[in-house]
């Protein structure tokens, strides 16, 4: 078997390798769906990426990847997608400014307050299990 293909993620169907990961109808059907969006952003421009995704039929999962990854102008700015940690609808970054909060404070105590030992302990614990 051919090195350079695989099974497309989305439909199944045995492709050829390429930058999107994806067969070429799936990546038709995304274009078509990126059409859709991009159209109705430049007549709704304030449009929520719920709203997007109701108007143009696009499925959130892959509108909330297109957000996070940029794919759409900045103009358009109520553009959001969920906080990984919480799922809260940010606009920037990959956590709202809460859970910055929160892993900013977890990680200044774990610099102070975890002693090098355990960290160690923890550790070569780890390379052991590894090995068997
Ligand atoms: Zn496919
Ligand atoms: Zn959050």
């Not at 977890?106 to 030992?117: C, D, F, G, K, S």
């Amino acid at each position: 078997m051919d090195i350079h293909t695989a099974n497309c993620p989305k439909c199944g169907s045995v492709f050829r390798q390429n930058l999107r990961n994806l067969c070429n109808t799936c990546i038709q059907e995304e274009n078509l769906f990126y059409d859709r969006c991009s159209n109705y952003l430049w007549k709704h421009p304030a449009t929520h990426t719920r709203q997007l995704s109701e108007a143009t039929g696009t499925p959130m999962d892959l509108l909330t990847d297109w957000v996070r990854a940029g794919k759409f102008p900045t103009t358009y700015s109520q553009l959001d997608y969920p906080c990984e940690s919480c799922h809260s609808p940010i606009y920037a970054g990959r956590l709202c400014h809460s859970c910055l909060g929160t892993f900013r404070m977890a990680a200044l105590e774990i610099q102070t307050r975890v002693p090098r030992r355990t960290a160690t302990g923890l550790f070569s614990i780890a390379g052991r299990a590894k090995g068997y």
